[in-house]
């Protein structure tokens, strides 16, 4: 089906190792950008890209970096793993860039991460 | 900044009756979006309904329509004859334009409110 693909679903990291979430769209969206959701905090932007080479910095990019080589693709590497960095991840994306406000964004499943 | 205020963290409601989920929002900019986002326990965020700063009426959506207060900065989710299936976080969100060249940035979350329907 159609949509946001994000996987693993769940993952076990030990603080200081390195992990990559990967998140992968077939519907052509441009417009793509990575969230953390954390008890009591709603969601929170870490990353996003509006088209392939192109990416900038969310609410809370600090331990995370982000790589955007195609449109399809939008990885999320954790380059030494912090146990504040134990969330549940969404990649989100919307068809364009200038897309109108009432575009909504379309969530992958989610990836749940524990960090001990 | 954007801000997104949801003061409810969890409500009870029987089956059957209506509910109100409370959104209050801040922002500086004059053209807006508020989206409302259903997230069930199997995780998954699910859009329900979307109303712009410059909608004359309030948006609805089957069983969903949206109080949108203005002058009063809200966007409360109505929920009419509530089901088992409607137990879920709901999440009140906005976007805003990212910036003079159009375009629309990322959402900005509230902290949701979690709604259990009792039969």
């Known amino acids: 089906n159609a949509g946001v693909t994000q996987t693993p679903k769940f993952h076990i990291l030990k603080t200081g190792q390195s992990m990559t979430l990967q998140c992968a769209q077939d519907m052509n969206h441009g417009y793509l950008s990575w969230y953390r959701q954390d008890p009591g905090m709603g969601l929170r932007r870490i990353h996003y890209?509006?088209?392939?080479?192109?990416?900038d910095k969310g609410e809370v990019p600090d331990g995370y970096n982000v790589s955007r080589s195609n449109t399809e693709d939008f990885p999320l590497r954790l380059e030494s793993a912090a146990p504040s960095q134990t969330s549940v991840y969404f990649c989100?994306?919307?068809?364009?860039?200038?897309?109108?406000?009432?575009?909504?964004?379309?969530f992958g499943d989610g990836t749940r991460l524990s960090i001990l | 900044a954007q801000k997104i205020t949801q003061t409810q963290p969890g409500m009870f409601v029987q089956e059957k009756e209506a509910v109100t989920l409370d959104c209050t929002y801040d922002t500086s900019d004059p053209s807006y979006g508020l989206f409302w986002y259903k997230q069930p326990s199997s995780g998954e965020m699910i859009f329900l309904i979307y109303?712009?700063?410059?909608?004359?009426q309030n948006a609805t959506e089957g069983r969903y329509s949206l109080n949108f207060q203005k002058a009063r900065k809200s966007a409360n989710l109505v929920i009419s004859a509530s089901q088992l299936g409607d137990s879920a976080m709901y999440f009140c969100?906005?976007?805003?334009?990212?910036?003079?060249?159009?375009?629309?940035?990322?959402?900005?979350f509230g902290k949701g409110t979690h709604l259990i329907i009792q039969p």
């Open positions: 969100a906005m976007r805003v334009p990212r910036d003079s060249g159009g375009g629309a940035d990322g959402l900005t």
């Open positions: 109303q712009g700063s410059y909608d004359q």
């Open positions: 890209s509006v088209a392939a080479g192109i990416t």
């Open positions: 989100a994306s919307s068809p364009r860039d200038r897309a109108p406000l009432s575009q909504p964004q379309h």
